[in-house]
């Protein structure tokens, strides 16, 4: 009943407050910002992934501009000397404005990516937006091999969509899988924590099995080592697997997973557009919510 009310108040809490437990998971506002905390995840062994909060842009303008930014930060972390890469929102690029204006946009980025020597990464949102994802991907990957894509184990479609990425062989492509974190209607997804895990290792089997290089974006402790057993059954090379991992969440595994000579590689977001990200890390974790109303209370 707490934590019902708490997600109740959650969209009011002034943004001060909120930025008070905000930070722990963004960045901050500033590019620079950003790379301060790449350059520190580094000093420790972790690569990175530099994430420009935002999405489902007004107009072409602004979608351009956003793209502009992202080039500067890939530009950053070249000069930078950092193993990092950037992580983009199709509807921060225009998704919903246009299927070909996200497509011209992503692939001027990708063509600034393989200057930089850097993966692009498209990222999923929510299930509206798949069909439209996937075509953008295809149609991007056709022509530029340096680019990934998101898959969610959360949506019955996922595995269907995983034989239509493999059907002429997945030498090559490049996913992140994640259980996924919007909250999608039984009707198109999986609403009960078993059944998105059980999912999730059945697709990291198909992709690995197909010669994909996996991405496993988890702070579930049980399920990494469900993962870990399952790459040591297939004798999957160091080079096509690695652990992604969110900024400021559980770091006790990561040191546990790096020191088991797995890599982990951290999810840096940062921008002005920190609010409805934290709201959706806020809204998955009610636990981090007490921590809010301690802060509003004055009790730390």
């Given at each position: 009943?707490?934590?019902?009310?708490?997600?109740?108040?959650?969209?009011?809490?002034?943004?001060?407050?909120?930025?008070?437990?905000?930070?722990?998971?963004?960045?901050?506002?500033?590019?620079?910002?950003?790379?301060?905390?790449?350059?520190?995840?580094?000093?420790?062994?972790?690569?990175?992934?530099?994430?420009?909060?935002?999405?489902?842009?007004?107009?072409?303008?602004?979608?351009?501009?956003?793209?502009?930014?992202?080039?500067?930060?890939?530009?950053?972390?070249?000069?930078?000397?950092?193993?990092a890469y950037v992580s983009v929102k199709p509807t921060h690029v225009?998704?919903?404005?246009?299927?070909?204006?996200?497509?011209?946009?992503?692939?001027?980025?990708?063509?600034?990516?393989?200057?930089?020597?850097?993966?692009?990464?498209?990222?999923?949102?929510?299930?509206?937006?798949?069909?439209?994802?996937?075509?953008?991907?295809?149609?991007?990957?056709?022509?530029?091999?340096?680019?990934?894509?998101?898959?969610?184990?959360?949506?019955?479609?996922?595995?269907?969509?995983?034989?239509?990425?493999?059907?002429?062989?997945?030498?090559?492509?490049?996913?992140?899988?994640?259980?996924?974190?919007?909250?999608?209607?039984?009707?198109?997804?999986?609403?009960?924590?078993?059944?998105?895990?059980?999912?999730?290792?059945?697709?990291?089997?198909?992709?690995?099995?197909?010669?994909?290089?996996?991405?496993?974006?988890?702070?579930?402790?049980?399920?990494?080592?469900?993962?870990?057993?399952?790459?040591?059954?297939?004798?999957?090379?160091?080079?096509?697997?690695?652990?992604?991992?969110?900024?400021?969440?559980?770091?006790?595994?990561?040191?546990?997973?790096?020191?088991?000579?797995?890599?982990?590689?951290?999810?840096?977001?940062?921008?002005?557009?920190?609010?409805?990200?934290?709201?959706?890390?806020?809204?998955?974790?009610?636990?981090?919510?007490?921590?809010?109303?301690?802060?509003?209370?004055?009790?730390?």
């Amino acid at each position: 009943m707490l934590d019902k009310a708490l997600l109740a108040v959650l969209p009011h809490v002034p943004r001060p407050l909120l930025w008070r437990v905000a930070k722990r998971y963004v960045a901050g506002t500033t590019l620079a910002e950003a790379l301060e905390v790449l350059r520190e995840l580094a000093a420790h062994g972790h690569p990175g992934i530099i994430d420009i909060l935002g999405e489902d842009v007004t107009g072409p303008a602004a979608a351009r501009a956003v793209v502009r930014e992202y080039a500067e930060a890939s530009d950053a972390v070249a000069r930078a000397g950092l193993d990092a890469y950037v992580s983009v929102k199709p509807t921060h690029v225009g998704l919903r404005l246009s299927e070909s204006l996200a497509l011209e946009l992503y692939r001027e980025l990708a063509r600034r990516c393989e200057q930089n020597r850097q993966l692009l990464r498209v990222e999923m949102e929510d299930h509206t937006t798949t069909d439209a994802t996937l075509r953008v991907f295809e149609a991007l990957h056709a022509e530029h091999a340096h680019t990934g894509i998101v898959l969610q184990s959360r949506l019955l479609r996922t595995p269907a969509d995983v034989e239509r990425l493999t059907r002429s062989g997945a030498g090559g492509l490049c996913v992140r899988l994640v259980k996924g974190i919007y909250l999608e209607p039984a009707r198109v997804a999986h609403t009960e924590p078993g059944p998105i895990r059980a999912a999730f290792l059945a697709l990291a089997r198909t992709l690995l099995e197909r010669d994909a290089r996996v991405s496993f974006a988890t702070h579930d402790a049980g399920l990494a080592q469900g993962l870990i057993a399952l790459v040591r059954e297939l004798d999957v090379p160091s080079e096509r697997y690695e652990f992604q991992v969110l900024l400021g969440v559980q770091q006790r595994l990561w040191s546990e997973w790096r020191a088991a000579g797995h890599t982990v590689r951290v999810y840096v977001p940062f921008g002005p557009e920190w609010q409805p990200y934290s709201l959706r890390r806020l809204r998955k974790n009610p636990q981090i919510l007490k921590h809010v109303a301690r802060a509003a209370l004055g009790l730390g």
